[in-house]
């Protein structure tokens, strides 16, 4: 999930991500995803699929 929250900031650029739990635990967990540094190669390609299978 901290791997998801974490890239979600990056495709594309996001400024906010909603995130709802009733669990403080994952909450902290999600909070603590901020602060990894994302994997820019791996969303640059992902994004790239993407825009390609979106035009074809």
């Known amino acids: ?9 990056h495709l594309p650029s996001a400024a906010a ?3 709802g739990t009733d669990n ?3 909450l902290a967990e999600l909070v603590q995803a901020l602060g990894a540094d994302g ?6 390609q992902y994004l790239r699929a993407l825009h390609g299978h979106r035009q074809s």
């Open 1 to 9: 999930m901290q791997a998801a929250l974490r890239t979600a900031f």
């Open 17 to 19: 991500v909603a995130a």
């Open 24 to 26: 403080l635990g994952h």
């Open 39 to 44: 994997d820019t190669t791996a969303v640059n």
